[in-house]
């Protein structure tokens, strides 16, 4: 899966400015990005519903805009919610959604069979899905994704409110699609998912990359630092010139109500830091961040994943 | 092409495996047929109307006043008119109120007298204001009779004299004066049989052969008439429910999941419109034999009704496509079909014959596409007429199908794309 600088604007809003990232064949690629960040326009770039414009989107060789067809046929998608028929048992859900990506007769049922094994859900293949429970619907979900044996997946946060065990479930299941060689990228609210499961990731904010890497690269550019996240009242005009004050201490964001620095000891620092945030308004609440993936998420976007 | 049969048949598939809607749906037209059949097709079968009852308060209580309702239901009237005796006005008012009479005639006191004295002689007539068409009917004939009572006074002068100067003398009449009074009487009414011999104006009523009364045609022949425009009236509310599943796909992310499969666009529009359009075929088919079987609905060029039946689920295809393209929530497309459907069946004739509307009305209803469907529908049904005679209204209903499709496509376009 290749992206070369795509570009993308909605009348004012620029919603991708140029965005690049490859992904090869078995690799986890994980999109951390908030809300708004750019990730979907990108999934829906290169799904092939919506055109970018300017740069490219390759999937298997094949560009998604000349070749949209022939590249949706190696693509699979597992959308963030559920998009099975409800009425129908999980085999004709997966019958109809093979017969769309040309599977047939006794090699679309075996693909089905094989798949519905897979997903553990060969046991009550033949129920309404809509009998069924969150985390068998989210499996389905996949298995309806993946039939075809893509080269490529998109998982859009596939595994969003659900409970642990099935989180695990479905984090295994990503893993063993791209064991059998499938490039798979991966967007996630879950930090600690993509820590665990990402090969490469791509920080993602206001329709840019703005960090890649695997998970040490990432956690060197973060540095030994940590972060102090102060919130109450805070004279936001007056605080950059202030912290210029203190030794060793980077600001990150500040707004009337948060402020964030990044320090290299918040055992040693804070205690300087403290009073002067006092001067410069009412701190209610100080938190501090370990060296992490997020703190390098916080440093790169200013805000939190979550937002 | 490939994609989009397969699409439909999925859609199909899934409707076959919940049909509780559509039956309930089917059941609308069917229901309101049911009613219409029970309630005027054996009147239209026997070429009668049910009897209109009205009732009679008789407050002079003489010979002259009893004849009243003998006039009144007797006769070639008695096949219309039944009557029923109020005991007092507070009875009949409450009788006129629970819709069981449609008219109180009140022969009030001294009818009799007024007769003798030559004066007018009056009768109250009560229409009951709840009702239209009954009460009018009796007072025309009502007036009719009075008309001919009038011609029969003016011909029997003579012997009510007789009987005022016999009143006058305060005695009982001889047997001659008797015999003279009959005899009054009886040229009285002579004279009026020359009038009623006179047989330059004839009606000559056709009927079946071996018939003695009824019409031309049957129940069937009538249900003809009332069919087509509630079977479109009821097919194009289950149209709204089969596309409310498209646009319940649209918001529960299948239609996404479809149109990112290696299916074109026009491929995936194509899929959801063929599967309306075959369902709604179907069961416009599935309706015209019902209407066959149960109401002895004669479907007669069978051709021709499958192309009008064609068109129309294609228009209906299209105008439901349209909605949800438009639609941002089901709920917005459901009002929004609602009210089109609602407006196109009013203004097209479903439940008031075209033939009763306005000129300018007609004009409107003949050029939409169910009330073009609905003309061709009872053309064919009740004269049998062919293709070839219903260009006009075949035409209607085709232009505005393809107009609705394009409009549906282009918007869907726009709003994939968007």
Redesign the interface.
């Known amino acids: 899966m290749e992206v070369a600088n795509l570009r993308k604007r909605f009348g004012d809003l620029e919603a991708l400015r140029g965005i690049s990232f490859h992904v090869g064949a078995g690799e986890i690629y994980g999109l951390l990005g908030p809300n708004g960040a750019g990730k979907s326009t990108a999934i829906n770039i290169l799904c092939g519903l919506v055109p970018p414009d300017a740069g490219s989107a390759r999937l298997n060789g094949l560009d998604v805009v000349r070749q949209p067809l022939e590249a949706r046929r190696t693509l699979g998608v597992v959308p963030q919610d559920v998009a099975v028929y409800q009425e129908l048992s999980a085999r004709d859900n997966l019958a109809f959604f093979g017969r769309l990506y040309g599977l047939r007769g006794a090699a679309l049922r075996a693909r089905v069979d094989e798949i519905l094994q897979r997903v553990s859900l060969a046991d009550r293949d033949r129920e309404p899905v809509g009998q069924y429970s969150g985390g068998m619907l989210r499996r389905l979900n996949i298995a309806a994704g993946v039939l075809h044996r893509p080269r490529a997946v998109l998982f859009d946060e596939p595994t969003v409110g659900l409970d642990p065990q099935t989180r695990l479930n479905i984090l295994e299941l990503v893993r063993a699609i791209a064991r059998d060689g499938a490039a798979v990228v991966y967007t996630t609210h879950y930090l600690d998912e993509a820590e665990r499961l990402c090969d490469r990731i791509g920080i993602i904010d206001h329709g840019a990359i703005l960090a890649e890497g695997t998970l040490a690269e990432l956690r060197r550019a973060a540095g030994e630092r940590e972060i102090a996240a102060l919130r109450g009242t805070f004279r936001a005009d007056a605080v950059p010139v202030a912290l210029g004050a203190l030794p060793d201490l980077q600001l990150i964001k500040v707004t009337e109500s948060e402020l964030l620095v990044s320090l290299a000891s918040a055992e040693r620092q804070l205690s300087a830091l403290l009073p002067l945030a006092a001067q410069l308004g009412e701190v209610r609440e100080v938190a501090v961040r370990q060296p992490s993936l997020e703190n390098l998420f916080i440093k790169l976007t200013g805000r939190d994943l979550r937002e | 092409m490939r994609?989009a049969g397969?699409?439909a048949a999925?859609h199909l598939?899934?409707l076959a495996?919940?049909p509780g809607l559509i039956l309930l749906l089917m059941a609308i037209p069917l229901t309101l047929a049911g009613i219409e059949y029970a309630a005027f097709a054996p009147s239209a079968a026997s070429g009668k109307l049910p009897p209109i009852k009205v009732l009679v308060l008789d407050e002079d209580r003489t010979f002259a006043s009893s004849a009243v309702p003998r006039l009144v239901g007797s006769g070639p009237l008695a096949d219309y008119i039944e009557l029923d005796t109020a005991a007092d006005v507070p009875s009949a008012r409450r009788s006129l109120q629970r819709g069981q009479a449609s008219a109180l005639i009140v022969v009030p006191k001294g009818f009799q007298q007024a007769l003798l004295d030559r004066k007018t002689a009056e009768i109250r007539f009560v229409p009951n204001p709840a009702q239209t068409i009954s009460p009018e009917i009796v007072h025309s004939m009502l007036q009719m009779l009075t008309a001919i009572v009038n011609g029969l006074l003016a011909q029997a002068q003579a012997p009510l004299d007789a009987i005022n100067a016999v009143a006058a003398a305060g005695r009982a009449p001889t047997e001659d004066e008797v015999a003279e009074i009959s005899r009054g009487f009886f040229r009285a009414g002579e004279r009026l049989q020359i009038l009623n011999q006179m047989q330059e104006l004839t009606v000559d009523v056709k009927r079946p052969a071996g018939a003695s009364q009824g019409f031309e045609w049957g129940a069937g022949t009538f249900f003809a008439y009332i069919f087509p425009g509630l079977v479109m009236f009821g097919l194009m509310f289950i149209s709204q429910a089969l596309a409310t599943r498209l646009l319940r796909?649209r918001e529960?992310?299948?239609q996404?999941?479809?149109?990112?499969?290696?299916?074109?666009r026009a491929a995936v529009l194509a899929g959801g419109a063929l599967y309306l359009f075959v369902a709604l075929t179907v069961l416009l088919i599935v309706l015209a034999l019902i209407g066959n079987l149960v109401f002895r609905l004669e479907l007669k060029q069978p051709a021709t009704l499958l192309a009008i039946a064609v068109g129309f689920a294609f228009f209906a295809t299209g105008l439901q496509l349209m909605v949800i393209a438009m639609a941002r929530s089901e709920a917005g497309a459901q009002a929004v079909a609602g009210a089109v459907i609602m407006i196109l069946s009013l203004l097209g004739g479903a439940f008031v014959p075209l033939e009763s509307y306005p000129a300018a009305l007609r004009a409107i209803g003949e050029t939409l596409p169910n009330g073009a469907a609905q003309k061709a529908f009872v053309d064919v049904l009740v004269r049998g007429t062919a293709l070839g005679e219903l260009l006009r209204q075949v035409g209607i209903i085709w232009v505005w199908a393809l107009a609705l499709v394009a409009i549906a496509v282009t918007m869907e376009r726009r709003r994939?794309?968007a």
Not at chain 2, 256 to 264: C, E, F, N, Q
């Open positions: 994609t397969i699409i999925h598939k899934r495996r919940s796909d529960a992310g299948l996404r999941r479809v149109a990112i499969a290696p299916a074109s994939l794309a």
